[in-house]
């Protein structure tokens, strides 16, 4: 514990000294500005095993883009220039229980090599962030990853994100996983013997681990692994509304979700005031005068409570490896559930000093593959050892 306490530390000290360097080192093409570093795995010994055997990237020194100095600039990079690898998916809508539609965008891989059998060819379900969908560039990503290695995916877009139609005024949010369980139920039932993994990005990673461990060990899935997730939602407000980060991110993300809201508006309106929702300035106002209402929480305070995933982990059953970095203004590192990890035998997290949120970006010209692309690579892949890992 000492250790790892004293790697945190050096992680946050480090990344304190690179935000205190001047513009013109900044600038000056120095590439050991960012140095590299071997990411700090809290876990189970018998899970550290099993990793560094089996996802060995967890082992190597990560060498972020010398240039993309601090979270900010990774995330603003990642938007910005990520790669976008071309993915042909087939849409299919389905019904909810209470009569609205979820959009999911299947890959079948039906030329799949290592899988040929499609009625046991493993499914990887993945679960984009707060704004996302199946088109973006980290979702196209895992998707081509996941198929390159003989995979079927099916990309779970939330309410009213995917290019459908909200049926009903119920969009989504973190801490309601009623959607998650109608699409792994309907997944299971197209292929009762294909084994099931998760893979959550921020948001979707929320959703993820709450399910997880609602379900426990009926959650019809063999694995799971998120990408940034945001273990506070508190804190991970707190962090978004320093200036600087409202300005970067915030108050995109809030014009993303003001456009989700008016392109639904005729059939929100029934249940909460539209123009009144269209003039939050930040993701809590928005979260205050929408999700709570519309989720029936008393107060964006309970809501943001039952949202976070951070002390739920004690009851989830099957593996799970989180990945984050220090410097992601979206998930700071003081709500990193360290102490309640080290405690459980299924639930890793590996943790960098840089990666930004989503970003986790290499090499000079950062469009390719990343480590977080590496990492979801080498976990997914070896599922057959991982259902039996948890005894």
């Excluded at 690898?85 to 087939?90: A, F, K, L, W």
């Excluded at 929320?206 to 009926?218: D, G, Q, S, T």
């Excluded at 990492?375 to 005894?391: C, D, E, K, N, P």
Aim: with cysteine; hydrophobic share 40%; net charge neutral.
């Amino acid at each position: 514990l000492m250790t790892l306490t004293l790697k945190l530390e050096l992680l946050s000290n480090q990344e304190l000294r690179y935000e205190s360097v001047s513009t013109c080192a900044f600038i000056t093409p120095s590439f050991g500005l960012v140095s590299s570093q071997t990411p700090a795995l809290v876990c189970s010994e018998a899970f550290s095993a099993f990793l560094y055997k089996h996802c060995p990237v967890v082992a190597e020194r990560f060498s972020p883009t010398p240039w993309c100095w601090g979270g900010r600039l990774q995330t603003l990079v990642c938007a910005i220039l990520k790669s976008r690898p071309p993915v042909s998916y087939r849409n299919e809508l389905i019904r909810t229980v209470d009569g609205g539609q979820i959009s999911l965008d299947w890959v079948d891989n039906q030329a799949s090599v290592t899988y040929p059998d499609s009625s046991t060819r493993p499914t990887v379900l993945i679960l984009p962030g707060i704004t996302g969908n199946s088109q973006q560039s980290y979702v196209l990503h895992a998707v081509s990853q996941a198929a390159r290695h003989g995979y079927r995916c099916v990309v779970f877009n939330n309410r009213g994100l995917g290019g459908e139609e909200l049926l009903t005024p119920v969009t989504y949010c973190a801490a309601n996983t009623s959607d998650l369980e109608r699409v792994v139920q309907h997944v299971k039932g197209l292929y009762p013997s294909a084994p099931v993994l998760g893979a959550g990005v921020s948001l979707g990673g929320m959703v993820l681990l709450n399910y997880l461990a609602r379900k426990r060990a009926e959650s019809g899935m063999v694995a799971g692994i998120t990408i940034s997730v945001p273990w506070d939602a508190h804190k991970s407000c707190y962090s978004m509304e320093e200036p600087l980060n409202w300005l970067l991110f915030n108050k995109h993300i809030t014009r993303c979700l003001h456009r989700a809201v008016t392109r639904h508006r005729k059939i929100l309106e029934k249940v909460v005031d539209v123009d009144y929702v269209l003039k939050a300035r930040s993701i809590r106002e928005f979260d205050e005068r929408f999700t709570s209402l519309v989720f029936g929480y008393k107060s964006c305070t309970d809501y943001y409570h039952d949202a976070s995933p951070d002390k739920k982990l004690p009851s989830t059953a099957v593996p799970i490896l989180c990945l984050n970095a220090a410097d992601d203004p979206f998930s700071p590192q003081n709500a990193f559930p360290v102490n309640i990890v080290q405690e459980l035998p299924n639930v890793a997290l590996v943790l960098t000093a840089h990666g930004g949120h989503i970003a986790f970006l290499q090499g000079l010209f950062p469009r390719g593959e990343s480590y977080m692309e590496r990492l979801f690579g080498q976990f997914v892949v070896f599922y057959s050892a991982l259902t039996g890992f948890v005894s």
